[in-house]
C-alpha cells in the first residue's frame, strides 16, 4: 500500500475499487470487501487471508512491469507457502514441496527487498500518520507532534518471525498440522470470553468470567452424568422422530408409484454425488421459451445441444460417431410434452483432500462457476481440468427410442443436466507453478463458428465449486457475445452487453481446491492431479531473456467438441516447430551430460535460454503459441528479466527428495538449456 500511495495518482483508488468489484466465494470464505481495502479499518483475522488470496489480481498492472513481476512473484509465493502451512492432512510429497517452497518464498521476500524496494521511497500512510499523531495527543496533550509522514523502509526480512518460518515443515512432521495448535484456535475461543464478558459488571472482570466459565464446565459434567432429559428436550426428540417418519413414508410411497411427487420431501444421503430438489413448480414449454428468447445470443442450437447432450447419456458417449450423433439418433429423443423444470441451486457433494465429506451449493445467481474433469489427456496444455459458468439448472422427464435403444431407455426417465457457457484456457499466457502466475481463462468466442461456447453437463461431472477472479487490468469486452440476458445472470455481471476479457483461477481459494491444483490428496484419489504431477509444482522455471506475455486470441476449447481445421492445422504446425527444435535441445542435453573427454564444440544454448515449459520447448514453440493470438490486439507489454536466477538450481539437499523422482529428460533439459549440469 505504500508502494501505491508513493507511485501516486489513482492507484490506491483503482485498487480499492478493484477490492470493492471482488465476487464471494462459498459460504462466507471470501465475503465483500465494502470498505476501502488500503485503509485496513474494522479487520478480522479472516479479512487478512481473504486478501491474501485474492490481491494477486487486484494488484496487476499497477506498478511499472519489471516492479509489478517482482510484487506478483511475491504474491504467489505468498500465498503458496499459506497454502501449505494451512493445510489439515500432509504426506511426505507435500511436505517435501513444503520445505522447497519455502525456499522460494523467502527468495522472492529478498528479490523484493533488494530489488523493489529502493526504488521507492516509503512512508507512512495518511490513516497511520493520523493515528500516530492522535496516540500522542491523547499521552500527552501539551505535545504538538509532527503531522508530517515518517519515511518507513521495508523490514520484514530482518525479524525473528521470517527466520523462523522455515521450521515450519519440520514442526509440522514432528507434530501435526498446524492447525492443532496455531493461533486461530485461541481466536475460535475468544468467542465465548466476550460473550461471559458481556455479563459481567465490568470491574474486576476476569475472575467473573472464570468463575461464569467454571459454572458452565461443571453444569455440563453434571448433564452428561445425568440421564434426566428436560421436557424441552423430549419434545424436539418427538418433533425429530415425526419428520423422519414422513420422510420414511414419502420415499416409499415415491418408490412404488415410479412417478415423480411434487414438492416431496427427499433428502439426499451424502453418498450421492449432487443433490437438486424434486420440485416441478417452476416448469414451461421449451419452444415457447425459445420463442420468447429468440433474439438472445446464448439460445442459438439450444435444442440441437439438448438433444446430443440426451443422446450421450443413454447410449454413452464411447458410442458417439466422429463426426456426432445422426438425425435417425437425435430424433429418437422425446421430452415429456416438451416441458423443463428449472431450479434455482444444486448441492454437489465430494469428499476433500483430507477424507471428510464437503458440499458446495451451485447457484446461477451467486456463484456460478464450476470445475470438470478433462477428457483430453493429451492435450498441448496438459490442461486437467475444464472450466464452465452455470446459467440455468433443469430436469426433464425423457425417453430414447432411436437407435442403440433398449427397453429400458423406451420408459420416461428423469434427466437432470445443467446449462453451461464454457470457459477456455489463455495458451499463450504462461501459468501454472512453475511460472508463478494464476491460469488465465476467457469465454470461448460466440462469433467463431468453429466453437461451441454453450453446452449441457451432467451434474455428475461437476467436480466442485470453483472461485474465477476477473483480470480487472485487462477490462471488459463485448467481442466474444452479443447482448444475452441468460449468459449473464451473475448479480455481479451488472450489463448484459460486456464480459470481463480474462478471468484467473483461485488456486487457494480454500485448501481442497489447492490440492486439487497441486495434486496428491489423499481424498481425491489420483483424479486430475497426481502425485508425480505435484512434485514438478516444487519447481519453477527462469524467465530469462524477453517473453511475450498473453496475446488474446491463443485459447484452446475445453469442450468436447472438435477444434475447426484451421485451427488443427495451426496447433499441429506448431507442434512440428517445437519437434524441429528438439534436436537442438537433445544436443545441449547430451553435451552438458557426456565425460569432458568426449565434448567437441559446445552448441550453442543461447537460443533455449527461454525456457517456458516443463517439456522443454524451444523458442520456436514459444512463437507459434504467442503467433496464434498475433491477428488479435495485444494489450499486454514484453517484459524484460535480466538477473532471474534459475530457482530450482540451488539444491540444499531438502529439493532432492522431490527432483530426484522428476522425469530425467525433463529437468535436463531445463537444467541445460540454462547451462547447468543435469542432476
Given at each position: 500500500?505504500?508502494?501505491?500511495?508513493?507511485?501516486?495518482g489513482?492507484?490506491?483508488?483503482?485498487?480499492?475499487s478493484?477490492?470493492?468489484?471482488?465476487?464471494?466465494?462459498?459460504r462466507?470464505?471470501?465475503?465483500?470487501f465494502w470498505h476501502d481495502?488500503?485503509s485496513?479499518?474494522?479487520?478480522?483475522?479472516?479479512?487478512?487471508e481473504a486478501?491474501?488470496?485474492?490481491?494477486?489480481?487486484a494488484?496487476?498492472?499497477?506498478l511499472?512491469?519489471?516492479?509489478?513481476?517482482?510484487v506478483?512473484?511475491l504474491?504467489?509465493?505468498l500465498?503458496?507457502?499459506?497454502a501449505?502451512a494451512?493445510?489439515?492432512?500432509?504426506?511426505?510429497?507435500?511436505?517435501?514441496?513444503?520445505?522447497?517452497?519455502?525456499?522460494?518464498m523467502y527468495e522472492?521476500?529478498r528479490?523484493?527487498?533488494?530489488?523493489t524496494?529502493p526504488?521507492?521511497?516509503?512512508?507512512e500512510?495518511p490513516?497511520?500518520?493520523t493515528a500516530?499523531?492522535r496516540r500522542?495527543k491523547?499521552m500527552n496533550a501539551?505535545?504538538?507532534?509532527?503531522?508530517?509522514r515518517?519515511?518507513i523502509?521495508?523490514?520484514?526480512h530482518n525479524?525473528?518471525?521470517?527466520?523462523?518460518l522455515?521450521?515450519?515443515?519440520?514442526?509440522?512432521?514432528?507434530?501435526?498440522p498446524?492447525?492443532?495448535?496455531?493461533?486461530?484456535?485461541?481466536?475460535?475461543?475468544?468467542?465465548?470470553?466476550k460473550?461471559?464478558?458481556a455479563r459481567?459488571?465490568?470491574?474486576?472482570?476476569?475472575?467473573?468470567i472464570?468463575r461464569?466459565e467454571r459454572k458452565r464446565s461443571?453444569?455440563a459434567?453434571?448433564?452428561a452424568?445425568?440421564?434426566?432429559q428436560?421436557?424441552?428436550?423430549?419434545?424436539?426428540?418427538?418433533?425429530?422422530?415425526?419428520?423422519a417418519?414422513a420422510?420414511?413414508?414419502?420415499?416409499?410411497?415415491?418408490s412404488?408409484s415410479?412417478t415423480p411427487l411434487?414438492?416431496?420431501p427427499?433428502?439426499?444421503?451424502?453418498?450421492e454425488h449432487?443433490d437438486?430438489?424434486k420440485s416441478?413448480?417452476d416448469?414451461?414449454h421449451?419452444w415457447?421459451?425459445l420463442e420468447d428468447?429468440?433474439a438472445?445470443?446464448?439460445?442459438?442450437?439450444?435444442?440441437?445441444?439438448?438433444?446430443?447432450?440426451?443422446?450421450?447419456?443413454?447410449v454413452?458417449s464411447?458410442?458417439?460417431?466422429?463426426?456426432?450423433?445422426?438425425?435417425?439418433?437425435t430424433?429418437?429423443?422425446q421430452v415429456?410434452?416438451?416441458?423443463l423444470?428449472?431450479?434455482?441451486?444444486?448441492?454437489?457433494n465430494y469428499?476433500?483432500?483430507?477424507?471428510r465429506?464437503?458440499q458446495?451449493t451451485?447457484?446461477?445467481r451467486?456463484h456460478?462457476d464450476i470445475?470438470?474433469?478433462?477428457?483430453?489427456?493429451?492435450d498441448?496444455n496438459n490442461?486437467?481440468f475444464?472450466?464452465?459458468?452455470v446459467?440455468?439448472?433443469?430436469?426433464?422427464?425423457?425417453?430414447?427410442?432411436?437407435p442403440?435403444s433398449?427397453?429400458?431407455?423406451?420408459?420416461w426417465?428423469?434427466?437432470?443436466?445443467?446449462?453451461v457457457?464454457?470457459?477456455?484456457?489463455?495458451?499463450?499466457?504462461s501459468?501454472?507453478?512453475?511460472?508463478?502466475?494464476?491460469?488465465?481463462?476467457q469465454?470461448m468466442?460466440?462469433?467463431?463458428?468453429?466453437n461451441v461456447p454453450?453446452?449441457?453437463?451432467?451434474?455428475d461431472?461437476?467436480?466442485?465449486?470453483?472461485?474465477?477472479?476477473?483480470?480487472?487490468?485487462?477490462?471488459?469486452?463485448?467481442?466474444?457475445?452479443?447482448?444475452?440476458?441468460?449468459?449473464?445472470?451473475?448479480k455481479?455481471?451488472?450489463?448484459?452487453?460486456?464480459?470481463?476479457?480474462?478471468?484467473?483461477?483461485?488456486?487457494?481459494?480454500?485448501?481442497?481446491?489447492y490440492?486439487r491444483?497441486?495434486?496428491?490428496?489423499?481424498?481425491?484419489r489420483?483424479v486430475?492431479?497426481g502425485?508425480?504431477?505435484?512434485?514438478?509444482h516444487?519447481?519453477?522455471?527462469?524467465?530469462?531473456?524477453?517473453?511475450r506475455?498473453?496475446?488474446p486470441?491463443?485459447r484452446?476449447a475445453n469442450?468436447?467438441q472438435?477444434?475447426?481445421?484451421?485451427?488443427?492445422d495451426?496447433?499441429?504446425?506448431?507442434d512440428?516447430?517445437?519437434d524441429?527444435?528438439?534436436?537442438?535441445?537433445s544436443d545441449?542435453?547430451?553435451?552438458a551430460?557426456?565425460?569432458?573427454?568426449?565434448?567437441?564444440?559446445?552448441p550453442?544454448?543461447?537460443a533455449?535460454?527461454?525456457?517456458w515449459?516443463s517439456?522443454?520447448e524451444?523458442?520456436a514453440g514459444?512463437?507459434?503459441?504467442?503467433?496464434?493470438?498475433?491477428?488479435?490486439?495485444?494489450d499486454r507489454?514484453?517484459?524484460?528479466?535480466?538477473?532471474?536466477?534459475a530457482d530450482a538450481i540451488?539444491g540444499?539437499?531438502r529439493?532432492?527428495?522431490v527432483?530426484?523422482?522428476l522425469d530425467?529428460?525433463?529437468?535436463?533439459?531445463?537444467?541445460?538449456?540454462?547451462?547447468?549440469a543435469?542432476?
Amino acid at each position: 500500500m505504500r508502494m501505491l500511495a508513493e507511485k501516486g495518482g489513482e492507484a490506491v483508488e483503482e485498487f480499492n475499487s478493484r477490492m470493492r468489484r471482488m465476487p464471494t466465494f462459498g459460504r462466507d470464505r471470501i465475503r465483500r470487501f465494502w470498505h476501502d481495502v488500503s485503509s485496513r479499518k474494522r479487520l478480522a483475522a479472516r479479512d487478512y487471508e481473504a486478501f491474501l488470496i485474492t490481491i494477486m489480481p487486484a494488484y496487476e498492472g499497477l506498478l511499472d512491469l519489471p516492479d509489478d513481476q517482482t510484487v506478483a512473484d511475491l504474491l504467489f509465493e505468498l500465498a503458496n507457502w499459506h497454502a501449505l502451512a494451512k493445510l489439515r492432512l500432509h504426506t511426505e510429497v507435500t511436505l517435501d514441496i513444503f520445505r522447497i517452497t519455502t525456499k522460494h518464498m523467502y527468495e522472492a521476500i529478498r528479490t523484493f527487498a533488494q530489488q523493489t524496494c529502493p526504488r521507492y521511497q516509503t512512508k507512512e500512510l495518511p490513516s497511520e500518520a493520523t493515528a500516530r499523531v492522535r496516540r500522542a495527543k491523547t499521552m500527552n496533550a501539551h505535545t504538538q507532534p509532527s503531522s508530517t509522514r515518517k519515511p518507513i523502509a521495508f523490514n520484514v526480512h530482518n525479524t525473528y518471525k521470517f527466520h523462523s518460518l522455515g521450521d515450519y515443515p519440520d514442526y509440522i512432521e514432528r507434530s501435526g498440522p498446524a492447525d492443532n495448535y496455531n493461533t486461530q484456535v485461541g481466536e475460535l475461543e475468544h468467542r465465548h470470553v466476550k460473550r461471559f464478558y458481556a455479563r459481567t459488571n465490568r470491574v474486576a472482570y476476569e475472575m467473573q468470567i472464570a468463575r461464569k466459565e467454571r459454572k458452565r464446565s461443571l453444569l455440563a459434567s453434571i448433564r452428561a452424568k445425568d440421564s434426566f432429559q428436560p421436557l424441552s428436550a423430549l419434545k424436539q426428540d418427538n418433533k425429530r422422530a415425526k419428520i423422519a417418519t414422513a420422510e420414511a413414508h414419502s420415499r416409499s410411497k415415491l418408490s412404488s408409484s415410479g412417478t415423480p411427487l411434487s414438492g416431496a420431501p427427499d433428502p439426499s444421503p451424502p453418498s450421492e454425488h449432487y443433490d437438486i430438489e424434486k420440485s416441478q413448480r417452476d416448469g414451461f414449454h421449451v419452444w415457447s421459451w425459445l420463442e420468447d428468447h429468440e433474439a438472445d445470443a446464448a439460445t442459438k442450437d439450444f435444442m440441437n445441444l439438448l438433444r446430443d447432450h440426451l443422446v450421450r447419456r443413454f447410449v454413452g458417449s464411447d458410442a458417439e460417431p466422429e463426426d456426432g450423433f445422426s438425425e435417425q439418433h437425435t430424433s429418437g429423443i422425446q421430452v415429456l410434452n416438451d416441458r423443463l423444470y428449472r431450479h434455482s441451486t444444486i448441492h454437489i457433494n465430494y469428499t476433500t483432500y483430507d477424507m471428510r465429506r464437503e458440499q458446495d451449493t451451485i447457484n446461477p445467481r451467486t456463484h456460478a462457476d464450476i470445475t470438470l474433469l478433462s477428457s483430453h489427456t493429451d492435450d498441448d496444455n496438459n490442461a486437467p481440468f475444464w472450466y464452465a459458468r452455470v446459467l440455468s439448472i433443469f430436469h426433464a422427464h425423457v425417453r430414447y427410442t432411436g437407435p442403440g435403444s433398449t427397453r429400458t431407455t423406451h420408459k420416461w426417465q428423469r434427466i437432470n443436466f445443467v446449462w453451461v457457457r464454457w470457459f477456455e484456457r489463455d495458451l499463450a499466457y504462461s501459468s501454472g507453478f512453475q511460472h508463478r502466475r494464476l491460469p488465465c481463462l476467457q469465454f470461448m468466442d460466440a462469433n467463431d463458428p468453429d466453437n461451441v461456447p454453450f453446452g449441457f453437463v451432467d451434474p455428475d461431472d461437476i467436480i466442485q465449486l470453483t472461485y474465477l477472479i476477473p483480470a480487472f487490468e485487462h477490462g471488459g469486452t463485448t467481442d466474444l457475445l452479443g447482448p444475452s440476458k441468460l449468459a449473464r445472470r451473475l448479480k455481479d455481471d451488472g450489463d448484459d452487453d460486456d464480459d470481463w476479457r480474462y478471468f484467473y483461477v483461485c488456486m487457494w481459494a480454500n485448501r481442497d481446491i489447492y490440492m486439487r491444483h497441486l495434486g496428491g490428496g489423499v481424498g481425491h484419489r489420483g483424479v486430475g492431479v497426481g502425485v508425480e504431477d505435484s512434485r514438478r509444482h516444487a519447481v519453477r522455471l527462469s524467465r530469462r531473456g524477453r517473453a511475450r506475455k498473453s496475446q488474446p486470441g491463443s485459447r484452446v476449447a475445453n469442450t468436447a467438441q472438435s477444434l475447426g481445421r484451421d485451427r488443427c492445422d495451426l496447433a499441429s504446425d506448431s507442434d512440428s516447430d517445437s519437434d524441429s527444435d528438439s534436436d537442438s535441445d537433445s544436443d545441449v542435453v547430451s553435451y552438458a551430460s557426456a565425460p569432458e573427454s568426449e565434448r567437441g564444440e559446445r552448441p550453442d544454448a543461447e537460443a533455449d535460454e527461454d525456457v517456458w515449459s516443463s517439456e522443454g520447448e524451444g523458442e520456436a514453440g514459444g512463437e507459434a503459441q504467442n503467433d496464434v493470438g498475433a491477428e488479435h490486439e495485444s494489450d499486454r507489454e514484453d517484459i524484460d528479466y535480466e538477473d532471474d536466477e534459475a530457482d530450482a538450481i540451488e539444491g540444499d539437499g531438502r529439493e532432492s527428495g522431490v527432483l530426484e523422482e522428476l522425469d530425467d529428460g525433463f529437468v535436463d533439459t531445463v537444467y541445460a538449456a540454462e547451462g547447468f549440469a543435469p542432476l
